[in-house]
């Protein structure tokens, strides 16, 4: 069995996710989440929980200045001391975060990654409550009819259907 990777070293391609609202220019999808208050009140909460080293000073002074926010992952990552995010440059390069912020981000993209992620949290946790309530997890009926009912409650053509629309509004009119 191998090493535990540490919870805060897990990250997923938030590149990937962008793509999947604007394919041509993630890094600019990417830059309007970071340019967000709220996006930044999240990381910092983040941060703060996980990284002793965060500048707190620093972001401080970035959410109280006057106008515009204008936020990048390198920016991000220098000014705070970040580790939630990670940028690479090159041909494997792209923005990496931590799954808990890259969740976040994906909740921002639109409401059919909002409702995908809740499914699964939701499914999770009817596993995670029969993993220790019942002995037997796989054998237990009451398991089993849990997870039908959880699985059976996805409505999978409407969510085929809702990837055939536009979904920019929804994320862009939730921005601060």
């Known amino acids: 069995m191998g ?16 793509k999947t609202k604007n394919s041509l ?13 709220s996006t930044i009140d999240f990381l910092a909460l983040w941060e703060s929980l996980y990284n002793p080293n965060l500048n707190r000073m620093e972001f401080h002074t970035v959410r109280n200045e006057s106008g515009r926010l204008v936020m990048t992952p390198t920016r991000w990552i220098e000014k705070m001391n970040a580790i939630g995010i990670t940028s690479k440059a090159g041909k494997y390069g792209g923005t990496y975060a931590h799954v808990d912020i890259a969740f976040e981000f994906a909740s921002y993209i639109g409401k059919v990654m909002k409702y ?24 237990n009926n009451m398991v089993k ?6 699985v059976s409650a996805v409505p999978f053509k409407a969510f085929v259907d809702m990837f055939n629309t536009d979904d920019t509004e929804d994320s862009e009119s939730s921005e601060n």
């Open 3 to 18: 090493a535990l990777v540490p919870r805060h070293q897990v990250l997923s391609q938030t590149t990937d996710i962008a």
């Open 25 to 37: 220019e993630s890094r600019v999808v990417i830059s309007n989440w970071l340019s967000s208050y």
């Open 116 to 139: 995908l992620l809740m499914l699964l949290f939701l499914t999770g946790f009817v596993l995670i409550f029969a993993a220790f309530r019942y002995d037997g997890i796989l054998e």
């Open 145 to 150: 009819g849990m997870i039908l009912i959880a």
